[in-house]
C-alpha cells in the first residue's frame, strides 16, 4: 500500500524558516518523482515543487522560486521541502504527491505576519 505521510509544518513568523518532510512507504521510491502541493483556505490546490526521480531535476513554481528548496534522500525514502524567507502567502495545507494519484493527508504551515 503506498503511503505518504508529511510532517514539520508549524506556526512560524515571517521571515523564519521550516522544513517540511515527506516520508513514503509501499513503492520502489528512488523511481518516482515527488511533488509538493498546497491549498490555502478559500484556495485551489497549487503546485509548489517538484523533484525527478532519477538525475535529481527540481522545478519550483514562481512564487517560491530562491526561497524554497526541495531535496530528497532516497536511503530514507524522504523528500523534504526547506522554506525560507516565509511569507503569510505561504500559509497552507502542504502535501506531497506521487505519480499525480497518491496524496498524503498533509501538513498545515501557518505563517504570522
Known amino acids: 500500500e503506498v503511503q505518504l505521510v508529511e510532517s514539520g509544518g508549524g506556526l512560524v513568523q515571517a521571515g523564519g524558516s521550516l522544513r517540511l518532510s515527506c516520508a513514503a512507504s509501499g513503492f520502489t521510491f528512488e523511481s518516482e518523482a515527488i511533488g509538493w502541493f498546497r491549498q490555502a483556505p478559500g484556495k485551489e490546490r497549487e503546485g509548489v515543487s517538484c523533484i525527478s526521480s532519477s538525475d535529481g531535476k527540481t522545478y519550483y513554481a514562481d512564487s517560491v522560486q530562491g526561497r524554497f528548496t526541495i531535496f530528497r534522500d532516497n536511503a530514507w525514502n524522504t523528500v523534504y521541502l526547506q522554506m525560507n524567507v516565509l511569507k503569510p502567502e505561504d500559509t497552507a495545507v502542504y502535501y506531497c504527491?506521487?505519480?499525480?494519484?497518491?496524496w498524503g493527508k498533509g501538513t498545515l504551515v501557518t505563517v504570522s505576519s
Open positions: 504527491n506521487m505519480n499525480s494519484i497518491y
